[in-house]
Nanobody, 122 residues
Framework: QVQLVESGGGLARAGGSLRLSCVSS????????MAWYRQAPGKQRELVAS???????NYAESVAGRFTMSRDNAENTIYLQMNSLKVDDTAVYYC????????????????WGKGTLVTVSS
C-alpha cells in the first residue's frame, strides 16, 4: 500500500522559512509525478508545486520565486523549501503522488498524505 507522510510544518514568522518533507513508501518512487497542495481555511485545495518523474518543476504564481520543490529518489522523499513566508501561506499542506499505470491501457493511481499544518504569523 502506498503511504505518504509529511513533516516539517509548524509556526513561522512572516519573512521566515520552513522546509516540508514527504516520505513515500509502497511504490516505485522515481516513476511517480509528485506535488504539494495546500488548503487554507474556507478555501479549496490548490496546487502549490509539482515535480515530474524526470524532474521538471512547476509552481503556482503565488509562490513562484519563494518556494522550491525538489525530490531525492534515493530517499523516496520530496521537499518544499519555503522562503519569504507570508501570512497568506498559512494552510494545511498535502503531499500528492501519481503512480503511473502498469500498462498503457490502465489508469494512473492518485495518493494523498494526511497533511501538515503551516502557520505564518505577522
Amino acid at each position: 500500500q502506498v503511504q505518504l507522510v509529511e513533516s516539517g510544518g509548524g509556526l513561522a514568522r512572516a519573512g521566515g522559512s520552513l522546509r516540508l518533507s514527504c516520505v513515500s513508501s509502497g511504490t516505485i518512487f522515481r516513476r511517480n509525478d509528485m506535488a504539494w497542495y495546500r488548503q487554507a481555511p474556507g478555501k479549496q485545495r490548490e496546487l502549490v508545486a509539482s515535480i515530474a518523474a524526470h524532474g521538471t518543476t512547476n509552481y503556482a504564481e503565488s509562490v513562484a520565486g519563494r518556494f522550491t520543490m525538489s525530490r531525492d529518489n534515493a530517499e523516496n522523499t520530496i521537499y518544499l523549501q519555503m522562503n519569504s513566508l507570508k501570512v497568506d501561506d498559512t494552510a494545511v499542506y498535502y503531499c500528492y503522488a501519481r503512480r503511473p499505470p502498469p500498462t498503457v491501457e490502465a489508469r494512473p493511481m492518485d495518493y494523498w498524505g494526511k497533511g501538515t499544518l503551516v502557520t505564518v504569523s505577522s
